[in-house]
C-alpha cells in the first residue's frame, strides 16, 4: 500500500475499536497524519486496493459487516440520549462559572448503547474549577442524574468526565486519542467564546488528524450577566477555590485511583481507557505492517 492508502486504512483500523464504520466523509475528516483531498480518498476507496468492505455508504474491515447495522442502531439510540443531555446542559448552563459544557465520549460521536451513560466536558470561569465541579455535582444530584463512581445503573446519568478552567485549556498529553476526543468534542453550550479559545489552544490537534473540521453549532449561548459577574467575584475573594478543593480531596481521600486532579484540572475516569486504546490501535498497526 502507498502512504495514502496506509491513512485511510489506519483511519479504519482506529474506528473498529470502537466498532464504528464510517462514511467516505467521515474517513476525509478523521484521517490519521496524513492530508489528503476528498478526490483522492475517492478514488482510493474505489479502487480496491485496500483489505475493506463497503455497504450502504459504509467502509469497515472485511470481517465486520454486521458494524453498519449496529451503528445505525445506536445512532437511533443516541439521539434519544441527545435530547436528554441538552435539556439537562441547559439547566447546568445557569451555574455562573461555567463557560463550556461539551458532550464527550461515545455519545459525541452518536455511538451510544442503551445502557449508557451521558458523558460531559465542562470549562470554567479562571482559577474557579474545584468550585464548579462541586456546584455542577449538587445541580445533578438535585436534578436526579448524577453518575458517581459507585453508580450501579447509571442509563442516562451524567458522568462529569473532565473540569478544566480556562487556564489549563491546552492539553499536555498529545497522542492521537485525545486528539480524537478533542475534535470530536459536541459543543452544547458556551460563553464568551470559550470553545473557539479551547480549540485555538489545541491546535497540536492537526498533527494527527490534519483534516478535521470541528462542530462549530453550538445549541446554547449566554452571555454573562452582572449577578453571574458579583457571583464570581465573590467566590474569589473569599478563596472558595481553594478552601472547595481541599474539601473535595479530603472526601474523595479513600477512592482515589488513577485520577487526575489538579489546580485547574479534574480529570475524574479511574479507568486509563487512553492507554487500553492506544495499546490495542499499536497492535493492529503492527499487525498489518504499518508504519
Given at each position: 500500500?502507498?502512504?495514502?492508502?496506509?491513512?485511510?486504512?489506519?483511519?479504519?483500523?482506529?474506528?473498529?475499536?470502537?466498532?464504528?464504520?464510517?462514511?467516505?466523509?467521515?474517513?476525509?475528516?478523521?484521517?490519521?497524519?496524513?492530508?489528503?483531498?476528498?478526490?483522492?480518498?475517492?478514488?482510493?476507496?474505489?479502487?480496491?486496493?485496500?483489505?475493506?468492505?463497503?455497504?450502504?455508504?459504509?467502509?469497515?474491515?472485511?470481517?465486520?459487516?454486521?458494524?453498519?447495522?449496529?451503528?445505525?442502531?445506536?445512532?437511533?439510540?443516541?439521539?434519544?440520549?441527545?435530547?436528554?443531555?441538552?435539556?439537562?446542559?441547559?439547566?447546568?448552563?445557569?451555574?455562573?462559572?461555567?463557560?463550556?459544557?461539551?458532550?464527550?465520549?461515545?455519545?459525541?460521536?452518536?455511538?451510544?448503547?442503551?445502557?449508557?451513560?451521558?458523558?460531559?466536558?465542562?470549562?470554567?470561569?479562571?482559577?474557579?474549577?474545584w468550585t464548579t465541579?462541586?456546584?455542577?455535582?449538587?445541580?445533578?444530584?438535585?436534578?436526579?442524574?448524577?453518575?458517581?463512581?459507585?453508580?450501579?445503573?447509571?442509563?442516562?446519568?451524567?458522568?462529569?468526565?473532565?473540569?478544566?478552567?480556562?487556564?489549563?485549556?491546552?492539553?499536555?498529553?498529545?497522542?492521537?486519542?485525545?486528539?480524537?476526543?478533542?475534535?470530536?468534542?459536541?459543543?452544547?453550550?458556551?460563553?464568551?467564546?470559550?470553545?473557539?479559545?479551547?480549540?485555538?489552544?489545541?491546535?497540536?490537534?492537526?498533527?494527527?488528524?490534519?483534516?478535521?473540521?470541528?462542530?462549530?453549532?453550538?445549541?446554547?449561548?449566554?452571555?454573562?450577566?452582572?449577578?453571574?459577574?458579583?457571583?464570581?467575584?465573590?467566590?474569589?475573594?473569599?478563596?472558595?477555590?481553594k478552601i472547595l478543593?481541599?474539601?473535595q480531596l479530603f472526601?474523595?481521600?479513600?477512592?482515589?485511583?488513577?485520577?487526575?486532579?489538579?489546580?485547574?484540572?479534574?480529570?475524574?475516569?479511574?479507568?486509563?481507557?487512553?492507554?487500553?486504546?492506544?495499546?490495542?490501535?499499536?497492535?493492529?498497526?503492527?499487525?498489518?505492517?504499518?508504519?
Open positions: 500500500m502507498g502512504s495514502n492508502e496506509d491513512a485511510i486504512f489506519k483511519t479504519l483500523l482506529y474506528s473498529n475499536l470502537f466498532d464504528y464504520p464510517l462514511q467516505e466523509g467521515e474517513i476525509y475528516n478523521f484521517l490519521i497524519a496524513k492530508k489528503v483531498t476528498q478526490n483522492e480518498i475517492s478514488k482510493i476507496l474505489g479502487s480496491n486496493k485496500l483489505p475493506i468492505k463497503h455497504s450502504h455508504g459504509f467502509y469497515f474491515l472485511k470481517d465486520k459487516r454486521g458494524l453498519v447495522q449496529e451503528r445505525q442502531v445506536r445512532e437511533e439510540l443516541s439521539l434519544a440520549k441527545l435530547k436528554i443531555a441538552k435539556k439537562i446542559i441547559n439547566k447546568l448552563s445557569l451555574i455562573p462559572t461555567i463557560n463550556f459544557i461539551g458532550i464527550s465520549g461515545t455519545l459525541a460521536m452518536k455511538n451510544c448503547e442503551k445502557d449508557d451513560d451521558i458523558d460531559i466536558f465542562v470549562i470554567a470561569e479562571k482559577n474557579l474549577a465541579r462541586l456546584l455542577t455535582v449538587l445541580r445533578l444530584i438535585s436534578l436526579g442524574v448524577y453518575r458517581n463512581k459507585y453508580s450501579k445503573n447509571f442509563r442516562d446519568k451524567i458522568c462529569l468526565n473532565l473540569v478544566l478552567d480556562e487556564k489549563r485549556m491546552s492539553f499536555s498529553g498529545r497522542d492521537l486519542f485525545t486528539a480524537h476526543e478533542i475534535m470530536q468534542l459536541l459543543p452544547v453550550f458556551e460563553r464568551d467564546g470559550a470553545y473557539r479559545k479551547f480549540i485555538n489552544s489545541n491546535q497540536w490537534t492537526k498533527q494527527f488528524l490534519p483534516n478535521c473540521v470541528v462542530n462549530n453549532n453550538v445549541v446554547f449561548r449566554k452571555q454573562r450577566n452582572n449577578f453571574d459577574r458579583l457571583f464570581i467575584f465573590i467566590c474569589k475573594i473569599l478563596f472558595l477555590e478543593k481541599s474539601l472526601y474523595m481521600r479513600r477512592s482515589i485511583t488513577r485520577e487526575k486532579l489538579e489546580n485547574g484540572f479534574i480529570g475524574l475516569h479511574p479507568f486509563d481507557y487512553k492507554s487500553y486504546v492506544l495499546k490495542k490501535y499499536r497492535a493492529e498497526i503492527s499487525k498489518f505492517k504499518l508504519t
